[in-house]
Every structure is written in C-alpha cells, then in structure tokens.
C-alpha cells in the first residue's frame, strides 16, 4: 500500500525542490518532455524488429519443442519440470512470461512450490532481450559487443540462484 | 550476435512452422505483434514524456547531483569511466533506485536518457564499457520488492503473498554480483586482446 504513495511522493518532492530553487519548473518539464518523443519513435523500427522475430518462433511451436528436449534434464535434477518453459521465456519476452507465471501460479496455487519457484523467478530475473533492444535501439548503438552475452550468461546465474533459494528457503 | 539470433528466431520458427502445420498461428502472429509494438511504443511514448520532463526539472534543482554524490564512493567503482560529476551518473543511480522498488514504468525512461548520456560520453556507435555494465546490472533485475508479482499471488488466495520477497531479493542479489563479475570477466578479455594486437 506504501506503493501507491510513492510516485505521487517523488513529484512532490521535485516540484518542492524546483520552487525552492527558482527553476521554472513548467518550462523545463516541456524541454525535457521533448526528448521522450524523439526516443520512443527511435524506439519502434528495433522494438518491432525483435517482437516479430520471437512471435515468429513462438508460435511455429519451436520454441514448445527445445523445450521437450530439456525436460527429462530437468527431472533428472529434481525440478518441477512446468517451470522449465519460464526459465526460457523469462530473458525473451516480459509479457509472455508474466503470462506463464500467473498460469502457474493460477494452476499449481500461489503457495506451491511450483507457484512459489515461478514467483521468485518473475521478480529476481528481467527480460534481456527487450531491455537490450530498447536501451540500445533508443540510442542508436549499432555494436553491441559482449552486452548480450553478458546479460544471457547473468540470467541463467539468476535462473539457477532462484530455484536453489526458493529449495533450501521453502523445502 | 543480435543479428544471427534475430535471422535464427524468424528462420527457424518459418521453417519449423511448415513442417509441424502452424504456418497459420505464424501468420496471425505477424501481424497481431505488428500491432502490440506500436502499442507498446505509444505507451512507452506517455512514461517517456512525463518521466523525461520531471527528471529534468530534477536535473535543474539539483536533485540528480545530490543523488549521484550520495552514492558516489559505491557507484564509481562499478562505472569507472564516468566523469565524477557527469549527469550520467545521476540519471543511472535514478533507474537504478526506481527499478528497486519495482517502478519499471519510471526505471525505463531514466535507463534510456542514461545511455543517452553515455552515448554522449562515448560519441560512437558501438557499445562502450559502462553501457554493458550498465545493461548488465538492468537485465539481472534490480527489483527488490516485486510488486507485480505479489498483486498476483494476492489475487490466487495466496496465503503469504509476500513470502517470496526474502527469496526474490536473495536471488536478485546474486544474479546482480554475477552480471557485474561476468561483466568485468568480458571486460579484462576484451582489453587483453587489445593488449595483443
């Protein structure tokens, strides 16, 4: 409930100071605005670019078949395997995987330990993919040297830390 | 990278579609995703405006300087090659604090005019090494309460909505100090490579 105070709390805050401080709030709230614009139209032709791509594979049913290869991997290890599609997805796509974690949580119930590995997974992990697309696309950085590699290889540490946290905290 | 995963992920979804008959989910997919990224973008477009407009007054007042300087010590470590009292640094620690609390609508606008402000730094198209920390850091989430997550919970009659959020902040934490190991990792590589030439 603290949540909703929040953001009410910081404009409040800016406002208060930018008065104390003479800046002419209003006018440099509509300078500043002026770069959002630009950033978001920069934004599309990457954002779109990618999200074709991933639907594409998505709903040829590839995506649904790596994962059948992996499944009996993951019994083998003692993990419920219905979580194995979210640890893919969670790098790729931000709607999609919120999408399976409310599956999940609605199916196996939010106290599960398959409803509390889908919960802790959604909030410890973000989607690699989209924020590397959109940060770099609004900014026009046409090489990404290592920056994928490193956000990939840093998800699947997260991926791993949150099923062994969410073992030894609730098992 | 990007280039062979984006041709693999259309390629290889196109070709599996026709063997395993779903070239009609394909082509629905096409175009609905056509639409949800304008969508997206004009959304985004809102965020960016309100957010980018109250972070400049921010800017203005001082706000941004007096956070920057606040966590100086910590964040100069992880981003070297920042100017002390650059506007960067401002605008990085505000995604940083804003992706904390799970302000992801705030956290985006602030992340994006920050790489605005390294691209200015760098003056090049390519990558440079504190906008590769910097994504490192974002893609391994920073979320130390996750809001979304526990509105879910709530609502499936969970009987301890929050009892994830000890586990969801000691995995944050980790996969956090991984990204910035790996990032370093790739870093000495790439500069002892230059070192060979």
New interface residues.
């Given amino acids: 409930m603290i949540?909703i105070w929040?953001?009410p709390g910081?404009?409040l805050?800016?406002?208060a100071?930018?008065t104390?401080?003479r800046?002419p709030?209003y006018e440099?709230?509509?300078?500043?605005?002026k770069?959002?614009?630009q950033?978001?139209?920069s934004?599309?032709p990457f954002?779109?670019?990618?999200?074709?791509?991933?639907?594409?594979?998505?709903?040829?049913?590839?995506m649904g078949?790596i994962l059948k290869v992996f499944e009996p991997l993951m019994q083998a290890i003692g993990v419920p395997e219905e979580i194995l599609p979210l640890a893919f997805i969670r790098?790729i796509s931000g709607t999609a995987a919120?999408s399976m974690?409310?599956e999940l949580?609605?199916t196996f119930?939010?106290?599960s330990l398959i409803?509390?590995l889908a919960?802790?997974?959604?909030?410890?992990?973000?989607?690699?993919?989209y924020?590397?697309t959109?940060?770099?696309g609004?900014?026009?950085?046409?090489?990404?040297?290592?920056?994928?590699?490193?956000?990939l290889?840093?998800?699947l540490?997260?991926i791993i830390?949150?099923i062994v946290?969410?073992f030894i905290?609730?098992q | 990278?990007?280039n062979l995963?984006?041709?693999l992920?259309?390629s290889?979804?196109?070709i599996?579609?026709a063997f395993?008959g779903?070239m009609e989910?394909?082509n629905?997919?096409?175009f609905?995703?056509?639409d949800?990224?304008?969508m997206?973008?004009?959304s985004?477009?809102g965020v960016?405006?309100?957010?980018?407009?109250?972070?400049?007054?921010?800017?203005?007042?001082?706000?941004l300087r007096g956070l920057a300087a606040l966590f100086r010590p910590f964040v100069q470590k992880i981003f070297p090659d920042i100017p002390k009292d650059d506007p960067a640094m401002g605008y990085i620690l505000s995604n940083m604090t804003a992706n904390m609390?799970?302000?992801g609508n705030?956290a985006?606008?602030m992340?994006?005019?920050a790489?605005?402000e390294?691209?200015r730094l760098s003056g090049s198209?390519?990558?440079s090494r504190s906008?590769?920390t910097?994504?490192?850091i974002?893609?391994?989430?920073l979320?130390l309460?996750?809001?979304?997550?526990i509105a879910?919970?709530m609502k499936?009659?969970?009987?301890?909505?929050t009892?994830?959020v000890?586990?969801?902040i000691?995995?944050?934490i980790?996969?956090?100090c991984?990204?910035l190991l790996?990032?370093r990792f790739?870093?000495y590589r790439?500069t002892r490579m230059l070192n060979h030439d």
Wanted: proline fraction near 2%.
């Fill in positions: 949540s929040f953001i910081i404009i805050l800016v406002l100071m930018a104390w401080k800046v709030a440099v709230f509509v300078e500043g605005s770069e959002g614009i950033i978001a139209i934004l599309l954002l779109l670019g990618m999200m074709v791509s991933i639907a594409i594979f998505q709903a040829s049913g590839a078949a790098p919120l974690t409310t949580i609605r119930g939010p106290d409803g509390q919960s802790t997974m959604q909030g410890s992990t973000d989607t690699t993919l924020i590397i959109v940060y770099f609004a900014v026009g950085i046409k090489r990404m040297g290592d920056a994928l590699k490193v956000g290889l840093a998800d540490v997260g830390a949150a946290v969410v905290l609730f | 990278m990007v995963i984006w041709v992920l259309a290889v979804g196109i599996f579609a395993n779903t989910e394909v629905q997919a096409i609905s995703t056509l949800e990224a304008v997206i973008t004009l985004l477009a960016l405006v309100f957010w980018l407009g109250l972070m400049k007054i921010a800017e203005e007042a001082g706000l609390f799970g302000l705030a985006t606008p992340g994006l005019k790489m605005k390294l691209k198209d390519k990558a906008m590769i910097f994504l490192a974002n893609t391994s989430s979320t309460i996750p809001t979304t997550v879910i919970r499936y009659g969970s009987v301890a909505p009892s994830i000890g586990a969801t000691i995995a944050t980790i996969s956090t991984a990204a790996i990032d790739f870093h790439r």
